[in-house]
């Protein structure tokens, strides 16, 4: 039992680049969501899904797509990076939604030049 | 604006002795959770405190929560140096169609052996 797993750990983008990152979880959760971390701000929820085909934005959804077709597949997709993308990205899932404890990956740290 | 804030942002205490943390918030809460970030690593959670629940225990852990002043703490006794870390609180204030847990900003705890 993995739990929940995020690739790749690091990455570098240049401004403009596109690119996905992956989560998986293998415990069967309905509820996967996306949050990035930014020094002094708090974790901020990104894009957010309460079952497979069904997705819905966060607080700060500008400039990032998901797509949730599998129970266990929730990837991010960054358009056109940008320099204010740089942040660190963490995957979480649960089995109910916000009434249930939150499950995170280890995170992607992410930098745009 | 964030709706739950932890205070105080940092605190240092020597092992062995206990570590209180607060967190406000704004608005009506379902719930309201803690969790534990190590270095570069994943949120872990720690305790789920209901609306209508007044306090819970975990191990060395205590959570309380006091509605009428909309304020929760975190108590951690006979504290440990493997417990450094920061400390979230996140609120469920979800209704209807608005529906997030919303994160602090994080104190960071120093335990000193």
């Known amino acids: 039992n993995a739990g929940v797993t995020q690739t790749p750990k690091f990455q570098v983008l240049k401004t403009g680049q596109s690119m996905t990152l992956q989560c998986a979880q293998d415990m069967n959760h309905e509820y996967m969501s996306w949050y990035r971390q930014d020094p002094g701000m708090g974790l901020r929820l990104i894009h957010y899904?309460?079952?497979?085909?069904?997705?819905d934005q966060g607080e700060v959804p500008n400039g990032y797509n998901v797509s949730r077709s599998t129970t266990e597949d929730f990837p991010l997709r960054l358009l056109s990076a940008a320099p204010s993308q740089t942040s660190v990205y963490f995957c979480?899932?649960?089995?109910?939604?916000?009434?249930?404890?939150?499950?995170f990956g280890n995170g992607t740290r992410l930098t745009v030049t | 604006s964030q709706q739950g804030e932890e205070d105080p942002q940092a605190l240092s205490i020597q092992e062995g002795e206990n570590a209180t943390m607060n967190c406000s918030y704004k608005t009506s809460i379902n719930n309201l959770q803690w969790y534990r970030q190590n270095s570069g690593r994943g949120l872990v959670h720690l305790i789920l405190?209901?609306?209508?629940?007044r306090e819970k225990h975990s191990g060395r852990l205590r959570v309380t929560l006091d509605t009428s002043k909309k304020s929760s703490s975190l108590l951690i006794t006979a504290s440990r140096a493997a417990d450094t870390a920061s400390y979230f609180c996140a609120t469920d204030a979800s209704t209807g169609a608005n529906s997030k847990l919303t994160f602090g900003k994080g104190i960071t705890l120093s335990v000193r052996p």
């Open positions: 899904s309460v079952g497979a085909g069904i997705t």
């Open positions: 979480a899932s649960s089995w109910t939604g916000w009434n249930a404890p939150l499950h």
């Open positions: 405190i209901r609306s209508n629940e």
